[in-house]
């Protein structure tokens, strides 16, 4: 584990218990399991928890990478791949023989002391080697920088995108007033839609089913086609959008507005709603799909999936029915479908 080139990643146990087979995501670099990880998933693995599988498919990810090693290799670091050009390696640290710098404040974080004095230890030992700690404990990374360890990070591996701010909108709102920016623009009406051929440049970056709306007018449009260097776009006028109807809900404001638009069309297959609590996410939502359903006969069934995150205290284990058990859970769709119809 000399190489200077190659980070070398600590990771804490609640890495392994998000995601059992986070280790691989480090192959080019070295990984180090500290011995209290270990323990750790050794506890968690026979509790009633639901983590308790992801600590047992963790355990045996790691039983097999050892299996043939020998204690020094455990030690010194076996490599991921048996190919001779393999990078990275993982190595198990026996982070109880280290002399404690942090000391235990609490028993609950006697854990977490330890490996942040396997981290500590590792950043003098390895130096100037980058030794980073990889946990999903805000208040870990911020115990770890405290004590002087340099590099504490989140791990985003499995996060499609890490910041919202990123994920295109869905429209683009222009300054003053559509037409009085557009110099060229060839229309026509097709089975009773009016599109508007432009250049593409100036509503760049754009994408497919993108609204456009301004500030000033009551021009509001969808991308309809994308060429090298034109757009096409489909008008639509933000009064029209104001007065799209599902199951009897009328959109209160031009977002609102845009979503029933898209929820009601039948060429886009998926819509994606983004936004804070109370913004009429899931009641647009199960509107337009009871209007398809059941109005215009479009569709044949509604299917609602929803993940299941305890919300402070665990509920535990609920009397009753397969139906009774899943009602806590289902509440927002049920409190929705009976908001619809009153």
């Known amino acids: 584990?000399?190489?200077?080139?190659?980070?070398?990643?600590?990771?804490?146990?609640?890495?392994?218990?998000?995601?059992?087979?986070?280790?691989?995501?480090?192959?080019?670099?070295?990984?180090?399991?500290?011995?209290?990880?270990?323990?750790?998933?050794?506890?968690?693995?026979?509790?009633?928890?639901?983590?308790?599988?992801?600590?047992?498919?963790?355990?045996?990810?790691?039983?097999?990478?050892?299996?043939?090693a020998t204690p020094d290799q455990i030690s010194e670091g076996i490599p991921f791949s048996k190919e001779i050009n393999a990078s990275g390696s993982i190595s198990i640290l026996a982070d109880y023989e280290l002399q404690e710098s942090i000391k235990a404040f609490a028993d609950d974080k006697a854990g977490d002391n330890r490996i942040l004095n396997a981290v500590l230890y590792l950043q003098n030992k390895r130096a100037p080697r980058e030794v980073v700690l990889i946990t999903k404990d805000i208040n870990m990374r911020l115990r770890a920088k405290g004590a002087g360890v340099r590099f504490v990070e989140d791990y985003q591996t499995d996060?499609?995108?890490?910041?919202?701010?990123?994920?295109?909108?869905?429209?683009?709102?222009?300054?003053?007033?559509?037409?009085?920016?557009?110099?060229?623009?060839?229309?026509?009406?097709?089975?009773?839609?009016?599109?508007?051929?432009?250049?593409?440049a100036p509503f760049e970056p754009t994408f497919l089913n993108q609204y456009v709306i301004d500030e000033e007018s009551d021009f509001a449009a969808r991308v309809e086609e994308i060429e090298t260097e034109t757009i096409t776009l489909r008008d639509l006028s933000r009064e029209r959008l104001m007065n799209r109807r599902a199951w009897d809900i009328t959109p209160k404001n031009i977002y609102q507005g845009m979503a029933i638009d898209a929820l009601l069309d039948p060429d886009i297959d998926l819509v994606i709603l983004t936004g804070a609590a109370g913004s009429g996410k899931t009641l647009l939502a199960m509107a337009a799909a009871l209007e398809q359903t059941i109005e215009r006969k479009q569709f044949d069934k509604i299917i609602v999936t929803r993940n299941t995150p305890d919300i402070g205290e665990s509920i535990g284990f609920l009397p009753g029915t397969e139906e009774e058990k899943m009602l806590p859970w289902l509440a927002a769709v049920t409190d929705t479908l009976e908001a619809l119809h009153k």
């Not at 919202?164 to 709102?173: A, N, P, R, S």
């Open 159 to 200: 996060q499609l995108i890490d910041d919202i701010q990123y994920l295109t909108k869905g429209f683009q709102q222009l300054e003053g007033s559509f037409w009085d920016g557009i110099d060229n623009v060839e229309s026509k009406s097709l089975g009773g839609k009016t599109l508007h051929t432009l250049a593409r």
């Open 1 to 68: 584990m000399g190489e200077t080139n190659r980070k070398l990643f600590v990771l804490d146990t609640n890495i392994l218990l998000h995601e059992p087979f986070a280790i691989f995501s480090f192959q080019e670099h070295d990984v180090v399991i500290p011995m209290t990880v270990l323990e750790e998933l050794d506890r968690i693995k026979d509790s009633k928890r639901d983590v308790a599988r992801d600590a047992r498919i963790a355990i045996r990810t790691l039983e097999d990478l050892f299996r043939e």
